[in-house]
């Protein structure tokens, strides 16, 4: 046994099914070993494609990702897609192939100190050391993203080590991988759940852990329970999430919040008044105590419980404990409607470009003559359209990190993790462009997702940006060309649609849902702004 059989029967005894990659040099070794423990590889175009892939697999699975890329510019082209795990709090393993330990300081093939590059974006980076020890470390790095607040881990794999003999070697037990749990304290939860029941106008906040997609009928169960609004949020523009309407306007007037998990920062307004009242009573539970310090200089006195705890496991214990012993329904409509606020859009089509409310429309048809539907949404302009005007039971989007152009690989992940659903995804024409060949990744695995492009020719959310600040005579550098992208997916063997009036989109999307290929949809909108949160 090699030091890569080690590695990959670990992740075979842990349950890992599916690794996302793209083969180099150093991590051969592992290619080879994942054929005799039947883990499938899904071989992508771009580094960065197999970590994004990794991070949407896990939140659709409930299972750690692991993406396995090559050593140093392999690693580097991975990098950028660990940020928006960690924000979107995803546990994934990034597993990257490394230059030999036995010639450290050498100048070996592709050297570099990958671990100190790492470390600021991950939970933990960690080179191993001894082959025989891979097993326990590839547990160590499963169990701590799993753990608290989930998010990525990082382990460079020398060459040498996936190629020495680690025939004597033990392998871990189920407990080695188990993620650690920090559970709330009986003082925490009653203190939480006698002030919610005393309280005329509470909320509960979540993060994207607990988004609705990842809680699973938790949030539902825990609103009940409090009889009080379970608010997750997930979009980096927080309370300006056009998915969220006219909540910011109605959180102010809450009298106490409950933050399970959710940070204290710019997404919340810092804490500080308009967004939350002064006279608001602030609960903080969070597992971790950094998190907790910024909420007490955030709310100082207001706050009148910091609690070191898992958000996961507080919010289960107070949807066990809850009683609704209170009638609070005027106040759970009053939410409700605020968060339903959409700007009145009209519905047919006028001169020049279709509106995006229009196309969005066109998709949420789709999405509900379907059994099975997964939305995926990216950012931008056009993104927060989709974000607002069309919804799924499941759901991914770009997450806090405000990162564009993954989510093409999202949708990729999305039908490895669940082949009979039907994926929608929606972006813009500049965000398409950074992952554009995962198109024909998607059509050599058969995966037979729709990709909604809103084309306006332009990098849509800094063009409004330059146009609201500097004005028309300022615009610089965010026009496109109108690229027939269909076209140029059809010509990795997908099925194409270009779509320029609106009384052809249901057509085409049928066209495209019967295609059974990967399907590239183009439809030429107009570059408006993105719809305001105040519904204005």
Known sequence: ?????????????????????????????????????????????????????????????????IALVTAAPGFASGLGPLYMARMSETPIVLLSGDSPLSKDDKGAFQELDQITISTTLTKLSLRPQHAENLALDIAMAMRVAASGRPGPVHVALPFDLLNADVSDASLPSPQDFAPEVTRPGGDALRSILDTVTAAERPVILTGPLQNRTRARGLLEKLADALDAPVIPMESPRGLKDPCLGDFASVLSKADVIVSLGKNIDYATGFGLPPAMSTNCKFFVVDPETDVLERARRAFGTRMTLGHRADADATAQALAEMGKNRTKRTAWRAEMAAAIAVRPVEPVEAGDGPMRPAVLCAAVQRLLDAVADPILIVDGGEFGQWAQAFVSAKTRIINGPSGAIGGTLCYAVAAKIARPDATVVVLMGDGTVGFHFAEFETAHRYGTDFIAVIG??????????????????????????????????????????????????????????????????????????????????
């Not at 771009?46 to 990702?65: F, I, N, P, R």
């Open 1 to 65: 046994m090699r030091g890569a059989d080690l590695v990959a029967t670990a992740l075979s005894n842990a349950g890992v099914k599916v690794i996302f990659t793209l083969s180099g040099n150093q991590i051969m070794p592992i290619f080879d070993a994942c054929i005799d423990v039947g883990i499938r590889l899904i071989h992508t175009r771009h580094e960065g494609a197999a970590v994004y892939m990794a991070e949407a697999y896990s939140q659709l699975t409930g299972e750690v990702g």
């Open 455 to 536: 084309h306006d020719a332009r990098w849509n959310a800094e063009y409004q940006i330059q146009l609201r600040e500097y004005g028309a005579d300022r615009l610089n550098e965010c026009e496109l060309n109108p690229t027939r992208y269909d076209l140029a997916a059809a010509g990795f063997g997908c099925h194409g649609e270009h779509v320029t009036n609106p009384a052809d989109l249901d057509a085409a999307l049928k066209r495209a849902n019967e295609s059974g290929l990967p399907v590239c949809f183009v439809a030429e909108i107009e570059g408006l702004p993105a719809p305001s949160a105040s519904g204005h």
